[in-house]
């Protein structure tokens, strides 16, 4: 019996730039790669994920103030009176935005406290530019410790929290509202 299919243009170029991304990502190819399971993917969604990977793969590590141009070196905390600070601090929330900087978990932070974080732990922070359209990097803003206590108290569901309880068999610290509420931008 023959097969009589005909590709179409449009899945012989698939298929070309499937064996392209293919060559492409095999330097790159490690234990990560061959875990995902792509039978599943129509060869569109095989390519657009291949794609993915390849760009993270050759993405840069640059500290984030550099994602910039130019670079993003707002003043020093110490520099800036309360007046000052909170227009510099949206100017520089806005514009984290435009690289796809989300900020998460802020409204525990004070402006000043918020600044600080922004100025002394992310735009420093060595981070892959992935240039992706809907590739966001989210800022977890509870802080660079380990110690989930302000999450618990301000961020967690009740569910969350009756769920690490268990899990760590420890107490929960008081359930409380956010004193700095913001309307930062989000992902769409």
Known sequence: MF????PKPDEVEQLMRNAELRDELERYFDES??????????????????????????????????????ELRPPRPDALCNEDLHGILWDVIRRLFQQ?????FTDHLDDRQLYCTIFRDILPAREKKLDWPNNYL????????????????YYASEE?????????????????????????????
């Open 3 to 6: 097969n009589t299919h005909r």
């Open 33 to 70: 790669i061959s875990r995902v399971n792509i039978q599943h993917l129509t060869l569109a969604a095989e390519n657009e994920f291949l794609a993915c990977m390849l760009a993270w793969e050759q993405a840069p590590v640059l500290p984030i103030y550099r994602w910039f141009d130019p």
């Open 100 to 104: 796809r900087i989300v900020l998460d």
């Open 138 to 153: 989210h800022w977890d803003c509870t802080g660079p410790s380990s110690d989930p206590e302000v999450w618990l108290r």
């Open 160 to 188: 969350e929290r009756q769920d690490w309880a268990e899990t760590y068999h420890q107490p929960l610290p008081p359930s409380a509202l956010p004193p700095h509420p913001r309307d930062l931008p989000h992902e769409p």
